[in-house]
């Protein structure tokens, strides 16, 4: 006599609490589909440049096959450093300061659940890229969102920060350059928010994963102002800036206090990131800042040729400064976001992610990559505008 | 020069580009990428527009060759007479001076060996100052103008990530 197995007695209240991300319902749509024009993906169309792989195809062949140090290479470590000198003006120590994790993801998890016990509230700004949320309920904390607006070009406000910390707020995740939005965060943007937070016992997890994908702007990272470096965990990556994706390479920077604790995370979670694709980060690093140059000329371009597009449809958008997405409003439609995606899909065969998968503050808007050929785009916002002819 | 530079760039991509796309890809009006690409063609700084094409899939008799041609130099216009001659010829498809062991770089096109045999043995041997060629046919092109030319671009990615 074999007892039927009762799964849902056995799977945790936290995983089943868990809401499906809000793009998995699209996704299965358009898989079964056939056709499809698909604006959705937020990874580069490049291939990782090609002295990139040649870097990690003779690691392989040299035998880089085994474990590196748990916080990773120590030559990479020191690139990074290097890197972030120059990048955002801030010195990390390459033995207690950085850890190479396995993709942006890792970074932001680790920093989540290091810092947060039950109950400690995590601002979360949004619309946002979705895993915030979801990781600081895993660990036992209370995500408080603050809505930016677009008459702010969707910019954390002083005051909207002010009125959302309470004396359990321990986190600030500081999402800029912005996926879903495109919204940059300037110095002069930043300045205020520093000074708030500097009087303060809070962390700023700052992912940074889209820092290189500026346009006509320079990244400014929060750590950088006085008082703040002590209070940043910055997060970047390959995956955007290198068209990395697949290699699943990021890294968590920040004071060594709270860096040994995340490493003890990572070392037992992960041990670990993937040893062949650190030897190509190292040159990455190293030799890439003419490819990296290509790419931001050319994602610059389809964005002007998207953002025009778009207005000239009647889709509202604002102009996004950073990242690979344009955020349109589709709120002169009288759609939803869902029935909006739904119905483009359906009847015209164009996959785009509704505003609302980012958080409710999405609501009325849709998120259109441009990391996709010109002639993909062109071939896409034709078929939206026959959509839109016929609603 | 900085907006020229982009414009020829992007078309040196994408020919079909109309003044429209480029106008909006670079964030200027209509009316100026109109200008400046006729200003571009005026001043002979487009030479030509032209399509990439995979000939064996186009099922056409073509058969290609690269030539070095050592050359005696004019006393008066140096290279530049002998390589006039050359590049008048229809079947010359490109030609450069080059450093090195030969003198010119010729590539010649025609339907079959014969064309090309001919072209060697009849033209081009025999223009005055040119002292010897060697000829190497194109078996099996790969990539030309940036553009691959057997393997296709396949989006590996699926419909959505966040």
Redo the contacts between chains.
Sequence with gaps: MVKKINYESLISKKALSLKPSGIRKFFDLATNMKGVISLGVGEPDFATPWFIRQKAISALEHGKTVYTANAGLAQLRFAISDYLKEKIGVTYDAAKEIIVTVGGSEAIDLGIRALINPGDEAVIIEPCFVCYAPLVELAGGVPVTIKTMPEDDFKLRPDALLSALTDKTKLLILPFPNNPTGAVMTYEDLKPIAEILRERDIIVISDEIYAELTYGIKHVSIASFAGMKERTLVVNGFSKAYAMTGWRLGYLCGPAELIAQMLKIHQYGIMCSPTVSQYAAIDALNFGAKDVRKMVDEYDARRRWLTNALNELGLKCFEPRGAFYVFPSIQSTGLSSEEFAEKLLFEHKVAVVPGNAFGASGEGYIRISYAYSLGHLMSAIGEIREFLKKL | METNRRICS?LKE?AKLTPT?IA????ITEADAEAAVRRLEQKGIIRGYSAVINEERLGSDYVSAFIEVKVTPKADDGFDEVARTIMMYDEVESLALMSGAFDLAVTVSGTDYKDIALFVAKRLSTINGVISTSTHFFLKPYKEKNFFLEEEQK?E??????
């Design positions: 992007l994408n796309d909006r890809l670079l964030g989006d990615r699926g419909f959505f990530a966040p």
